[in-house]
């Protein structure tokens, strides 16, 4: 069984920036990252890193966030910088394991970006 519990939330003005974490407890995986539902919106793949490094980025995010991991500390990161409105959401942690390829979530934390 994975847990998952994500960090870093909150209410930040447009421009700003925010570090989101997630910590992972359980088995080994194959990868993480960072999906988000903003008001009336699906849920949407913000960005994804694999356990060799290989990353993946929405097209709305390339070049103001940053995915990262610490396998050491089984956490993955998520730097938002040049936050825009249209970035508030709740930001999910999401985890697939690396044998049988289950997918975990975690509660979500709150970004809210103000103009």
């Known amino acids: 069984q994975v847990r998952l519990v994500e960090s870093g939330g909150g209410l930040v003005q447009a421009g700003g920036s925010l570090r989101l974490s997630c910590a992972a407890s359980?088995?080994?995986?194959?990868?993480m990252g960072w999906y988000r539902q903003g008001p009336g919106k699906q849920r949407e793949l913000v960005a994804t890193?694999?356990?060799?490094?290989?990353?993946n980025y929405a097209d709305s995010v390339k070049g103001r966030f940053t995915i990262s991991s610490d396998n050491a500390k089984n956490t993955v990161y998520l730097q938002m910088n040049s936050l825009k409105p249209e970035d508030t959401a709740v930001y999910y942690c999401?985890?697939?394991?690396?044998?049988?390829?289950?997918?975990?979530w975690g509660q979500g934390t709150l970004v809210t970006v103000s103009s």
């Open positions: 359980g088995s080994v995986l194959n990868a």
């Open positions: 999401n985890a697939e394991g690396l044998v049988l390829r289950r997918i975990y």
């Open positions: 890193i694999t356990r060799g490094g290989s990353t």
